[in-house]
């Protein structure tokens, strides 16, 4: 007989969970009448298939793990952070006005492209200190005050697209005017990838890990997340800390929304954010919040997003079957967990 | 009243009847103290779903009833990996609201600009032709009477019948409610699934009423859950607030609506998430009286002051039931 405890049945469960989700999305195919194992091989290929769907992936990929890096402190410290898509988009808005300023003028390419980094970060800490304020002081629920502000957000960049920052002639859903080459984060020869925003991104997850793991100020992060009053009581701030989750949360959002506009779409787009935020969030909740996994499991989710791009045009399927199978995988996980955590409180009685 | 405005304002009367049911569905599983975040997607889904069997079959009862049944199906999971398997409602709410959205728009692929079946306008005899009045009320179909039914039979079972004091009391003091002989869990299982069905039933009312059809991502009904959790919290788990709340949001899309032409610098995405600051606003004015900075700021006003704000702030104050969200263990 297996040891419940052991870190095998753990694994096993996981396992269990993931066969689930594959048995539940192939289901969900045959409704639709679709090929499953096509579709499956599709995703496969599209993601994997050449360097230029490798590198595609990792694009994908840079945002969707500053998202979840973010995120990951915000979990720490005990807030569901919805509003970081809105996060991702004010940061993604800051950057694009701070390029339109400064394109004409005589500042070299790369101070320009550094201060847009640094607008993106500014913009995403400013709208987060906004849910983190109606948090702390209007006791308006995280979520319901990062909700509304997503929609505030998308309204914004519609109004700049369509309104001030239109296109010469008449606004469009493709976005503002595209920035000159010279303002493109330097790519790879050929791909769309691009080496700076890859440090970035592990740079940033690496930072996360060591806040989580190697500092007081992490400890104590941890301390509010898991018990407020508690930690309130032996003398944590425990509202400046949320609002501290809230700020770094909030600039690695506008990171992901700087790198959106730098070295991705080179423009403000309508959908700028690419739904990374509330991927972001279920990367985190897949991983459990350990940070050691948020790397290779948000780059699985990105290369599901990449490779469902493939559907419609193959299949004819929508490329919403990604979200479907990465929803799945989640939900199973959780699920399996708590069925592990039954049988095993019962052996223990 | 011109005759434009009486219909625009019966229109807010039928648009606001799904927001109404979900709206109320949520208030009474949260009553029960379970959080059901999934309502956005599962609007979506059941949307879709209802749209399709009435299409295939050409039923519209069919529609509602598959609807209904999703709806308390998506919702029996919450309940069930929050009660038997103890794992977050938040979580597990949150992955089933963006797996059914993404689902929707995967199984409705098909069903895309089809032409379906709309529930017929229904006047009711008499009524329909009292001046302004009827118009105004009686001249809307079935949906929208069930729409009034439901918010005086939520209220009247809430807060005047027995189960409906039970239903309170697993929701503020379970501890006390299963000492009085309540199957906490029991009941917030049927309450889950019932509050569920009845946002279940809101997507049809979408698309075999109120927006026929189902046109993808751009059918205009994503974020409309999001809007009946924050009416929920809004209308202080009360269902004729809530009912309130929902005719208030549907009022400022209409207004949105109707102002465009005047505000021709205002594109039309802008004015329609205009709702959506103002319900931040109310969030925060209803939560305000909860705040001790607040209590502590008005300490130092004039009494005179200090005693009409302290009013105004109680009488819009709204406090969640106690246990909402917190698991039950019967030991």
New interface residues.
């Given amino acids: 007989m297996l040891n419940k405890s052991s870190a095998g049945f753990k694994f096993g469960f996981q396992i269990l969970a993931i066969v689930a989700a594959l048995i539940f999305t192939t289901v969900v195919m045959l409704l639709a009448k679709a090929p499953p194992l096509e579709a499956f091989k599709l995703i496969f290929t599209g993601s994997v298939g050449s360097t230029g769907k490798i590198s595609d992936v990792i694009v994908a990929w840079i945002p969707l793990l500053l998202a979840t890096s973010g995120l990951l402190l915000t979990f720490a410290a005990g807030l569901w952070n919805i509003g970081i898509e809105g996060q991702i988009t004010l940061g993604a808005i800051f950057t694009t006005w701070a390029l339109r300023l400064l394109q004409d003028t005589s500042l070299s390419p790369t101070l320009i492209i550094l201060i847009g980094f640094l607008a993106g970060i500014l913009g995403g800490m400013i709208w987060a200190s906004l849910t983190g304020l109606l948090k702390i002081y209007g006791g308006v629920n995280e979520i319901f005050g990062g909700l509304g502000l997503n929609f505030v957000a998308t309204a914004l960049t519609i109004w700049l697209i369509f309104g001030p920052w239109k296109r010469p002639g008449v606004g469009s859903m493709s976005g503002t005017v595209p920035f000159d080459n010279l303002l493109w984060l330097p790519q790879v020869e050929g791909l769309r990838m691009s080496w700076w925003s890859l440090g970035i991104g592990l740079i940033g997850i690496a930072i996360v890990y060591l806040i989580l793991q190697g500092t007081y100020f992490g400890l104590r992060l941890k301390a509010v997340g898991k018990n407020g009053r508690a930690a309130f009581v032996i003398g944590i701030p425990t509202g400046k800390y949320m609002m501290s989750a809230f700020f770094i949360c909030g600039a690695f959002a506008g990171l992901a929304g700087a790198t959106q506009v730098l070295a991705v779409y080179h423009r403000l787009i309508p959908a700028i954010s690419s739904g990374y935020g509330f991927l972001g969030l279920m990367v985190a909740m897949l991983i459990n919040y350990q940070a050691l996994w948020a790397a290779p499991v948000a780059l699985f989710f990105a290369a599901l997003n990449i490779g469902s791009i493939q559907l419609p045009i193959v299949l004819k399927l929508d490329s919403t079957l990604s979200g479907v199978l990465q929803g799945a995988l989640v939900l199973f996980v959780l699920m399996m967990d708590g069925v592990r955590r039954r049988l095993t409180a019962k052996k223990v009685k | 009243m011109d005759n434009n405005t009486l219909v625009g304002l019966a229109g807010i009367l039928a648009s606001a009847a799904p927001v109404v049911f979900a709206a109320i569905g949520e208030t009474i599983t949260e009553r029960a103290g379970i959080t059901n975040?999934s309502i956005n997607g599962l609007i979506l889904l059941t949307a879709m779903a209802g749209f399709a069997t009435s299409v295939t079959t050409g039923s519209l009862l069919l529609g509602f009833l598959v609807g209904a049944l999703i709806g308390a199906f998506v919702s029996l999971?919450v309940a069930f990996?929050s009660i038997?398997?103890?794992?977050?409602q938040?979580?597990?709410g949150?992955?089933?609201a963006?797996?059914s959205?993404?689902?929707s728009?995967?199984?409705?692929?098909?069903y895309m600009g089809l032409s379906g079946p709309r529930v017929p306008s229904l006047p009711i005899p008499v009524l329909a032709d009292i001046p302004v009045v009827g118009v105004l009320f009686f001249r809307q179909d079935i949906l929208v009477y069930s729409s009034y039914i439901l918010i005086a039979v939520a209220y009247i079972f809430v807060f005047k019948t027995r189960p409906g004091l039970m239903l309170q009391g697993i929701g503020e003091q379970p501890a006390t409610a299963y000492v009085r002989g309540a199957n906490v869990n029991r009941l917030r299982y049927i309450y889950t699934i019932i509050g569920g069905a009845l946002v279940g039933l809101a997507g049809p009312m979408y698309s075999l009423s109120v927006k026929v059809g189902w046109k993808?991502t751009i059918t205009g009904l994503d974020?409309i859950g999001?809007i009946a959790?924050?009416i929920t919290?809004f209308g202080g788990w009360n269902p004729l607030r809530a009912a309130f709340g929902a005719y208030l949001f549907v009022l400022l899309q209409w207004l949105g609506l109707v102002l465009q032409p005047s505000l021709p610098?205002?594109?039309s995405?802008?004015l329609?998430?205009a709702p959506?600051?103002l319900?931040?606003l109310t969030?925060?004015l209803v939560?305000?009286g909860?705040?001790e900075?607040v209590d502590r700021t008005l300490a130092g006003l004039p009494e005179e002051v200090r005693r009409l704000i302290a009013k105004v702030l109680r009488a819009m104050r709204t406090t969640p039931p106690a246990a909402l969200g917190i698991p039950f263990e019967n030991e």
């Fill in positions: 975040l999971i990996s038997a398997l103890k794992q977050s938040v979580a597990v949150f992955v089933l963006l797996m959205r993404d689902l728009y995967f199984l409705g692929n098909p993808g974020g999001w959790l924050a919290i610098n205002i594109p995405q802008v329609q998430v959506f600051p319900m931040i969030l925060l939560n305000l909860n705040s900075w």
